[in-house]
């Protein structure tokens, strides 16, 4: 009984997808509580492989239950697309999938807006993925936004063209950008006809229904706890709360339902976009992380900035998420190394260390202290449980679980849901 919540403890794309389908068979629902199509979470099983941006990553276990929840924005010309895969692979996801009446839509002058404001930012630009996120939501906590439930009223229309040209006033103050609104205007149009095809519903009651049924529910994250908009490197951050408590108000359940919090972690750290990074490598030790990890964005296909496991920032977003277990994913791309390395702390302007972040991380160049441990340097191919891992793998696990004071519960080796290790 209970949500159990499954999330991103860096800057995203930890490997939740992956996880959460290794995972969903143990549950009855599977749902989404914040973010939009900004989010790529990648399957791999069968030797087929699938990038979600919306759906909930339970989609494709036969028999459960997927909630888009009302935290959730969504872009209907995406969710159109996804729904398209469903369809070509012969997943029967009609009637297990649901969309909460309460989420946002994201419109396409959101999106005009997303690129007229990161034009405007110049060389201080997020580097967000240009969905219209940060529109969206500050138009949902302005108090404007348009709602999936509102695409029922007969009113929506007008609704729809005030928005929007409220939005092209803003867009004037920013400047002009190159978006194509009237071709974008009638994609979104058409599409909205798949969204109201879908089972919308009012998703609190739903949730909260099938939790005193005695069901148990997975809340899956997007992004990470680093782009947290309260606690993440502010503002090169995402538009909503990343973290365990934006499950209370993405999916509309107390406290006091959330049990297990299972944080994901890449066994070294990768960023996209802007902002600080203290650990990122910019030599080639960065750019075999890169290579070997496949570090390119699932949404965008930028290429992954890529560093060293930043333990001080662990232990952070471990104490804001409450996280009860670890997943390390990714764990096979150091097996190239005969050592590599972990940040054991900060180093302060006054020159002394900190196992805190500093406030001011964006403003300064952050020194961390590095510590080397020895690699394993072998495969993991064949490796299926604990007893089986190299001495230096164990000794690895051994030394994070001590630093960050939580236990491990499962390593990931590799990219397909067969490639992983649960350690108890
Ligand atoms: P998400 O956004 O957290 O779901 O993660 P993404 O899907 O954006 O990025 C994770 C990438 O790593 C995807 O390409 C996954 O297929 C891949 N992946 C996940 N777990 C592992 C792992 O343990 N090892 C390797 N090599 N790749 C993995
Ligand atoms: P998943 O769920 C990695 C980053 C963007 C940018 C910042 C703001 O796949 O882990 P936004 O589009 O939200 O305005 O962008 O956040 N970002 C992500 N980085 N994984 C994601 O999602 C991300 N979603 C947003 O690159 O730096
Ligand atoms: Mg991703």
Redesign the pocket.
Known sequence: MGVDVIL?LQ????G?GKIVDVLANNYDLVARFQ?GP????TLKFDGKKFVLHTIPSGIFREGLMNLIGNGVVIDPITLEKEIQILIDAQVDYKDRLLVAKKAHLILPSHRLL?AASEKAKGKEK??????G??PTYMDKTGRNGLRVGDLFESDFKEKYNKLKSKHLGLAELYGAVDFDLEAEEAKWFSSLETLKALNCVDGEYYVNEVLNEGKKVLAE????SM?DVDFGTYP????SNTITSGVCNGLGVAPQRINEVIGISKAYCT?????PFPTELFDDIGEQIQREGGEF????G?PRRCGWLDVPQLRYTIMLNGVTQLVLTKVDVLNIFESFKYASHYVTKDGSLSKQLPFDLCNSDQQVQLESVAGWNQSLEEVTTPDQMPAALKDYLNLLEKELDCKISIVSTGPERDKIIYMQ
């Open positions: 991103g800057w995203g794309d930890e939740k973010g900004n989010a790529g979470h997303d997020i580097g967000s993925t240009l969905k996120i940060g994250g997007a992004q990470g782009l090169y951050v995402t538009s960023r996209v976009g802007g902002g964005g699932a949404t965008t930028r």
